[in-house]
């Protein structure tokens, strides 16, 4: 069966002699610590976050003066509440400061990625190949929770690469053929082909189907509307979103299968998820530090509160207190699974509105993000759907980058919208000196003054 060839050989194979990463090593560890006992938990954290931290006191020259400036305590700390005392890391001070948040041993040695963040603030970061390798293993103790092993038949609803080559396209499909796994584009989603993608699902028998939430209630309502027959996955994992009962519950009625919820981040990967005990969504406290914090920065338990990650695995950027500009509720409750890893109770702040087409495209609220990330002339931006033939999309441009510069200029950028959205759509391009925030505070990155079609309406998420 190629489930068990490809966990107990190929992807070991694979990842260990063929790239040689230390994934397999940190899953083994990750499906060890995932059940320490509280109190091993908390010293196995610590001892991360001391090794981090010594580490980062030396080598990285921002981080040295800015907790100097702050008087943050030399590492190493007796209690990870010590880490308090350290002060706040925003995208902002990240970006101002990028050349001395590198380590000085890792220079030229790290990968980097970019987000679009739900936050409409397009950001760059570096790490290391073995944080990368950790933060696969991560994600596959996650997805494993919900039974979604490595190898097993998987179905992504997700974003493909826009504006990616032929033979760029060729190879994804190989590589993720490999992984057993296929994608359908939630990009191309319209109320009139919600058919082709259950058709794909019913051709391919996933066993697990992965999906961002809008797109997943999209075919959820369509399944319930139309009677439709689909084949039933073992589970349904959902992700880059909040989920709301509501959605889940259509979810899980659409396609006769429990829900998991997931969050994550690009910056740091997969934070939390649920296990199927549906308590809340665990935290690796085994791989990162998870805080809570209230507007003035007092640590909170028990109600909403802005999320700071220290990655404990990042050491060419190292991560620390990071203002990840999403706010999630801990709970005190202890999971019946046994695990001692804490739990969220909701994760609020990552609803991006759905932009429809008068042609019948819904594209979720990822796609901006996903889209304007390579865009470096864009530091922040804002789409506004005015009504089904208008959308604005307002940028704060970042000094010192070309409107031209290719392959990521303005009109490229103008193209992609227009394949994305149709020849119908009226796009307004502006540039703007800021994007305000919500009375809230947030900023959002996609709002949609379009109502939903009637029989939609539950798939618009909440404000
Ligand atoms: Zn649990």
């Excluded at 010590?82 to 001395?100: C, H, M, Q, S, W």
């Excluded at 991560?319 to 804490?342: E, K, M, N, Q, W």
Aim: with cysteine; proline share 5%; net charge neutral.
């Amino acid at each position: 069966m190629y489930e068990h060839l490809f966990k107990h050989l190929l992807f070991p194979f694979y990842e260990t002699t063929v790239k040689k990463r230390g994934t397999v090593r940190h899953l083994r560890d990750l499906e060890r610590s995932q059940w320490l006992s509280a109190n091993d938990l908390a010293a196995l954290q610590l001892r991360k976050l001391n090794a981090l931290l010594d580490h980062a006191w030396r080598e990285v020259p921002f981080l040295h003066q800015f907790w100097g400036d702050h008087g943050a305590p030399r590492s190493p700390l007796s209690h990870v509440s010590e880490l308090t005392r350290y002060p706040v890391l925003t995208k902002d001070i990240v970006k101002a400061n990028y050349a001395g948040m590198v380590s000085t041993s890792w220079r030229g040695r790290t990968l980097s990625k970019t987000t679009g963040g739900s936050t409409g603030v397009p950001f760059r970061l570096e790490y290391t190949m073995d944080s990368y390798a950790a933060r696969t293993a991560l994600m596959w103790r996650g997805y494993r929770w919900a039974e979604a092993d490595l190898g097993r038949r998987t179905l992504y609803v997700w974003g493909v690469p826009l504006g990616a080559s032929e033979k760029t396209i060729k190879r994804e499909a190989l590589f993720h053929r490999f992984y057993n796994r296929r994608m359908v584009n939630s990009f191309d989603l319209r109320t009139d082909n919600a058919a082709d993608y259950i058709q794909a699902i019913n051709e391919f028998q996933p066993k697990t189907l992965v999906g961002y939430v809008a797109p997943l209630v999209v075919l959820a309502e369509w399944i319930i509307r139309t009677g439709a027959k689909v084949h039933k996955p073992t589970a349904v994992i959902t992700g880059a979103e909040a989920l709301n009962e509501a959605q889940r519950d259509l979810i899980e009625r659409a396609f006769n299968a429990p829900a998991f919820n997931t969050y994550g981040s690009r910056e740091v990967g997969l934070i939390g998820a649920e296990c199927a005990e549906k308590t809340g969504l665990h935290v690796s406290t085994d791989h990162m530090v998870v805080e809570t914090v209230d507007d003035e920065g007092h640590s909170i338990s028990g109600r909403p509160g802005h999320v700071l990650i220290t990655d404990l695995s990042n050491f060419g950027m190292p991560f620390v207190r990071y203002r990840i500009g999403d706010a999630a509720t801990f709970s005190d409750v202890a999971c019946p699974c046994g695990r001692h890893l804490p739990l969220f109770s909701a994760v609020h702040g990552r609803t991006l509105d759905l932009i429809r087409t008068r042609d019948g495209r819904i594209l979720p609220g990822e796609f901006f993000p996903h889209l304007l990330k390579d865009f470096a002339f864009v530091q922040q931006y804002q789409v506004v759907q005015h009504d089904l033939d208008h959308l604005e999309v307002k940028v704060v441009r970042e000094s010192g980058h070309s409107l031209d510069a290719t392959p990521y200029s303005e009109a490229h950028l103008m193209t992609l919208m227009r394949q994305a959205l149709g020849e119908h759509m009226r796009i307004s391009l502006s540039f703007v000196d800021n994007i305000p925030l919500t009375p809230a505070g947030k900023r959002r990155a996609t709002i949609s003054h379009v109502s939903g079609l009637p029989d939609e309406a539950a798939c618009l998420p909440s404000a």
